[in-house]
């Protein structure tokens, strides 16, 4: 079976993906799920969400999706990535999230299953 052009460009894309997720992981532990919580005692699911704003919010206060020292849309896919693994990993938080951004209940399966 042979992969269309648009097939290997997710593939592509997922691949950096990928590799700058452990390239961080490897660089700076398991900071993202595991926070060390010197100064912040939210858990991991809430810090995950602060930066996921904090991209946002750059991209709307007009710093653009490309910095110049950074991929912002890369950074937003990465921070997702690590949600949806965070939530996977804490059902009690998923239903917080659920709940609390009032998505519909099949999101809450597809956290079960990841």
Known sequence: ?????????????CDEIKTLLLEKNEKYGDSALNPTRIFSRADSIEQLLVRIDDKLNRIQKGAGLLASDEDVIQDLIGYLILLKIALAQND?????????????KEVRYSFDHA
């Open 1 to 13: 079976m042979s992969l269309s052009k648009t097939q290997l460009n997710i593939a592509h894309v």
């Open 92 to 104: 009690a938080l998923v239903e917080k999230v659920v709940s609390e951004f009032k998505l519909p």
